[in-house]
């Protein structure tokens, strides 16, 4: 008898006894705990049991099966009613079955609940074979869904507690900022005309400095809502979207001249509202900041002729060089010196990320000296 995976007749009972281990066919008692009492010779040639500190004591099911041992022990008593129960071993010999079909008796001791079950190898058809593999997939392709949905529930808690602490660290971070940003503009005010030319223009950088980063809170903000936002798709008029965009920066189209137009109607999008006029709005923004110094903005928005389910911003700023368009989405990344315009550099991010959420593409077209177009793809 192999110590490593049965045990002496004395312990495994009365009922492991020579006839048991004469079986042709692999067979094993289980008992209603779920531990393997004994294994006879024709199983041991088909398994590979793992090392035990002590190998002559009963173990449990799942060292010698995949899954679970309360769940296999489920499967042990739906099958002693009748049924067959397919097992795969979870180290099989060289050679041997990947599945193992089993009959399975109780065995009783005058009680009305058996103690113990003997499982035999069952003789199957092809046919019988092909149904049992099939269960079996489809058991372990239900077990991996689970699992799936469990890590997905726990993605869910994440992302809320990242969107939570996001909005507390913005808050915190915002509130001495703004105490900051108060504080220089009173020493401004009460100060400004009795100090040195070179202080002053040390709390204007200082000023400015804390509009910078109080801005870049706000846009990283923006960037991490993309993500965690819940997607409640519906009907937007992509006009009346452009229109809203254009009252929120109504300030820097007067300042800068420009002019927004739109060609055609450019019909609706499904998408979340927010989300959708934030995109609109970061860009006609990119293109007010990046506008050329020789010229009024002019920015046109139109569906592509022959391809309805684009989207087109174009306007003719300064451009860029085509080789480097791929930097222009990436976060912080510019294609002019820092300081040259302001910002933070997060807002084709930001949009490149909107796009992503909703399952469309963005493409860009840079032409030095002469304007950029974007194309919002799927929509």
């Known amino acids: ?9 004395d312990r495994a009972g009365p009922r492991c006894d ?31 049991p793992p090392a035990r500190p002590d190998p002559g004591a009963p173990c449990l099911l799942e060292a010698l099966f995949r899954g679970r041992s309360d769940r296999l022990l489920d499967d042990i008593k739906a099958a002693a009613t009748g049924n067959r129960l397919t097992l795969t071993p979870r180290h099989p010999c060289e050679g041997a079955k990947r599945l193992q079909s089993f009959e399975v008796c109780p065995l009783r001791d005058g009680t009305v609940i058996a103690p113990q079950f003997l499982l035999v190898e069952a003789p199957g058809s092809t046919l019988d074979t092909v149904f049992t593999s099939l269960n079996l997939r489809l058991r372990e392709a239900n077990e991996r869904a689970a699992r799936a949905r469990e890590l997905n529930r726990r993605l869910k808690e994440k992302h809320a507690e990242l969107e939570r602490f996001s909005h507390a660290a913005a808050h915190d971070l915002k509130a001495p900022l703004r105490s900051i940003a108060n504080c220089l503009s009173f020493l401004e005010e009460d100060l400004g005309h009795d100090l040195p030319e070179d202080s002053r223009e040390d709390l204007a950088i200082a000023s400015r400095a804390a509009g910078r980063l109080e801005r870049l809170i706000s846009d990283l903000l923006q960037l991490a809502r993309t993500d965690t936002v819940e997607l409640a798709r519906e009907p937007v008029a992509v006009a009346d979207a452009m229109a809203e965009v254009q009252e929120l920066l109504a300030a820097q189209v007067t300042e800068t001249g420009a002019t927004i137009r739109i060609e055609g109607d450019p019909g609706m999008v499904e998408a979340e509202p927010v989300l959708f006029r934030q995109l609109l709005q970061n860009l006609v923004s990119n293109a007010l900041k990046y506008r050329a110094p020789d010229r009024a903005p002019e920015i046109l928005l139109r569906r592509v002729p022959g391809a309805p389910d684009r989207l087109q911003l174009q306007d003719n700023g300064t451009g860029f060089e085509n080789e480097r368009k791929e930097r222009i989405f990436a976060p912080f990344q510019r294609l002019v010196p820092h300081g040259q315009i302001e910002g933070s550099g997060l807002g084709l991010a930001t949009c490149q990320a909107i796009c992503r959420r ?20 799927g929509v």
């Open 18 to 48: 020579l006839a048991f281990h004469a079986l042709p066919r692999p067979a094993l008692i289980v008992s209603r705990a779920g531990l393997v009492l004994g294994c006879n010779a024709a199983l041991r040639q088909r398994i590979d």
């Open 1 to 9: 008898m192999d110590a490593r995976i049965s045990v002496e007749a």
């Open 358 to 377: 909703h399952g469309w593409q963005m493409d860009a077209t840079g032409d030095p000296g002469r304007g950029a177009m974007f194309e919002i793809i």
